[in-house]
């Protein structure tokens, strides 16, 4: 949304607004509505997406009031949560559409044995669109809500022609980064490296092995922007594959540099790609072999655009003790 009401009820652009003048309090811009609004600044995004201005955003969506005239989507919104509890109430599956660019390469080496190749085999289902990250939190809100573990369950992520069931889109526990590092590993087994040549074909060989993007709660590390690499680094994951023996699944989120100031020290939620690179998968893998009591693997977490984060409001859970488990690799 392109304008915000202060406490004072002044009515300002997402261009003027700053900060330490203004101060944090936003509210919708109708009157009468005193829904909570957040700001982002304007930000580059990678490649050839264009420049996402300066802008407000509804911190809940359901927090404006039904008659709304500032909201600009609200209305449209409204009417894909319709159809979306209508879908939950009958008992329908849903697919949500992932309408977010990512980076590049994702069908090339993704996660062929995750992912379903298309929809068309699920029968009677109800679709909706998601064009950012707080479109996909609501629509998991709602589903969460008005249909619990039932609804959770009948719902698909669509990204590109492939499907992920909604459980394992999220990654949200040890447990998940862990089945996601088996996925990928799966897919690194299952894809032949192409041989060094000279030549055009060179390009085409494999650098990294990725998977289909995933919804993480990514905490920013503190003081990271002094190191070496300037990455924004994410809080690491400890896997214990056997006693005595844990990978260190280290977080990087690969974003413009706008973005690493945003996020220093935050937690935010994040649609990416995750992304490892190969030779580093391999080099792990031999040392896990090789029986390293601490061995170290760099996950990438490839983030376009603001679309793809925003900034949560809850305060950190406290971390669950690890228990060792099993997985398909073992790790
Ligand atoms: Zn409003």
């Known amino acids: 949304m392109k304008k915000a009401r202060l406490p004072d009820g002044q009515v300002l652009l997402a261009h003027q607004y700053k900060k330490d003048e203004h101060g944090a309090e936003l509210l919708c811009a109708d009157p009468d509505c005193n829904a909570h609004m957040g700001f982002r600044r304007e930000a580059l995004t990678h490649g050839s997406l264009a420049l996402k201005s300066a802008h407000f955003f509804s911190k809940s969506v359901k927090e404006h009031i039904t008659d709304c005239n500032a909201h600009e989507e609200l209305a449209i919104q409204a009417k894909h949560r319709k159809s979306l509890v209508q879908a939950i109430r009958e008992g329908k599956n849903i697919v949500i559409n992932l309408n977010v660019r990512l980076m590049e390469n994702f069908n090339g ?30 629509y998991i809100e709602t589903i969460t809500e008005k249909g619990g573990d039932a609804a959770r369950a009948k719902t698909r992520v669509n990204y590109q022609g492939k499907t992920l069931p909604l ?27 192409q041989i060094k040549q000279h030549g055009p074909d060179n390009i085409h060989s494999v650098q990294e092995i990725t998977d289909f993007p995933r919804l993480i709660r990514f905490s920013a590390t503190e003081g990271s922007r002094e190191g070496r690499t300037k990455a ?16 260190v699944l280290l977080q990087r989120a690969d974003t413009d540099d706008k973005f690493r100031q945003t ?69």
């Open 109 to 138: 080496v993704a996660g062929a044995l995750v992912c379903q190749s298309s929809t068309n085999d699920v029968r009677d289902y109800a679709a909706v669109g998601a064009r950012n990250i707080e479109d996909m939190l609501d």
């Open 167 to 193: 459980e394992d889109f999220i990654i949200d526990s040890k447990d998940k980064f862990r089945t996601l590092l088996n996925s990928m590993y799966l897919t690194m087994q299952s894809t032949p490296r």
């Open 232 to 247: 924004l680094r994410g809080t690491p994951i400890n896997i214990f594959k056997k006693p005595g023996q844990r990978i």
């Open 263 to 331: 996020l220093r020290g935050e937690v935010v939620h994040l649609i990416a790609r995750p992304s490892l690179h190969w030779h580093e998968a391999q080099r792990a893998r031999r040392e896990l072999d090789e029986n390293n009591p601490v061995v170290f693997l760099d996950m990438h977490w490839k983030v376009v655009s603001a679309t793809q984060f925003t900034p949560d409001e809850k305060p950190a859970p406290k971390n669950a003790p690890d228990k060792p488990k099993q997985g398909s690799l073992g790790i």
